[in-house]
């Protein structure tokens, strides 16, 4: 029966390529990161981009004396070996012809008796001890235990590729808010709220008329890290990114007192002592939330200044 016989890591472990993740059947499932799929089982004489995309991965992890190139050689099979001898394994083995000669029983004049055909055992590379994986960084999300049987109705592990992360264009109005090491809440439906940071911004990027007209505004994309605690995370989810709460108070104003928002942010003063009503002064904008902007005190602003609302 196929049960699984080795499972060597649990669920949030990140696994690296040429790492064997569990054995069935006391056969491994090794891992390999591959820029292009394996769609058969790989024998010395064999060609295609498999095959190099197979030597690629393989001269990444044990080396050897064979080109990466299209085509299987002995040189590969050998590398192939030292590959799944370094995880404990053999590679698994088939019954092939190669002919010998056969000798005639005593001196004669006449020809040669045929070769003679012989079966013997040779290596071969089958792709269903491989688990293919893009190249990246890639988590186990959840792993059958030891002992466990292998059907064909439920998957023996469950992968994820790539950083987990989420990109979103913040604005100039919002651009001091989202600044790299920034702590910020993530809210997705179905899930708890997490906390995470923000781990890069990018250049200021003006869009040109066709990406504008498809909601692509100008500003600057930063990145945020998705937390383990969210495990898997499906492409397209939507997810609500805010500034972390702070208990401290704060100097806000509406946001419909800010004018120029997305390139020179100003107020237009009313009743205060950095100017006459009507003077414009500019400030910098922190955050944004439920119809308040939050502003850089060094503005000079103080609770009890008033400034003009846009109609």
């Given at each position: ?39 058969r ?38 590398a ?30 006449s020809?040669s ?12 590379v ?22 466990e ?163």
């Amino acid at each position: 029966m196929p049960y699984v016989t080795a499972s060597n890591k649990k669920s949030g472990d990140q696994i690296a390529s040429g790492s064997v993740l569990l054995a069935v059947a006391g056969r491994p499932r090794l891992v390999l990161a591959l820029d292009y799929p394996l769609y058969r089982s790989l024998r010395v004489g064999d060609s295609g981009a498999d095959v190099r995309a197979f030597e690629s991965a393989l001269a990444e992890q044990i080396g050897g004396d064979f080109d990466v190139d299209d085509e299987f050689t002995e040189n590969t099979m050998a590398a192939a070996s030292a590959l799944w001898e370094r995880s404990g394994y053999a590679l698994p083995t088939e019954e092939a012809e190669t002919t010998v000669p056969v000798p005639a029983p005593i001196p004669t004049a006449s020809a040669s008796p045929a070769p003679q055909a012989v079966p013997i055992r040779v290596s071969y590379v089958d792709v269903h001890e491989i688990l293919q994986v893009p190249i990246g960084e890639t988590k186990v999300m959840s792993i059958a235990d030891l002992g466990e049987l292998a059907t064909p109705d439920e998957p023996l592990a469950v992968l994820a590729s790539g950083v987990s992360a989420v990109e979103l264009r913040v604005s100039l109005l919002h651009e001091a808010a989202f600044s790299v090491g920034t702590k910020v809440d993530l809210r997705a439906e179905g899930r708890e709220v997490v906390q995470s940071t923000v781990v890069s911004l990018g250049e200021f990027d003006i869009p040109n008329e066709g990406d504008e007209a498809q909601g692509e505004g100008a500003g600057r994309d930063a990145v945020v890290e998705i937390p383990a605690s969210w495990e898997s995370v499906e492409k397209g989810l939507v997810v609500q990114i805010s500034p972390s709460s702070s208990a401290e108070p704060v100097l806000a104003l509406p946001l419909t007192s800010i004018r120029d928002a997305s390139t020179d942010p100003f107020v237009i003063l009313q009743d205060s002592g950095l100017g006459r009503p009507g003077d414009r002064l500019s400030v910098d904008v922190l955050s944004t939330g439920d119809g308040w902007v939050e502003i850089d005190p060094k503005c000079g602003l103080v609770v009890g200044d008033t400034v003009r609302i846009a109609p």
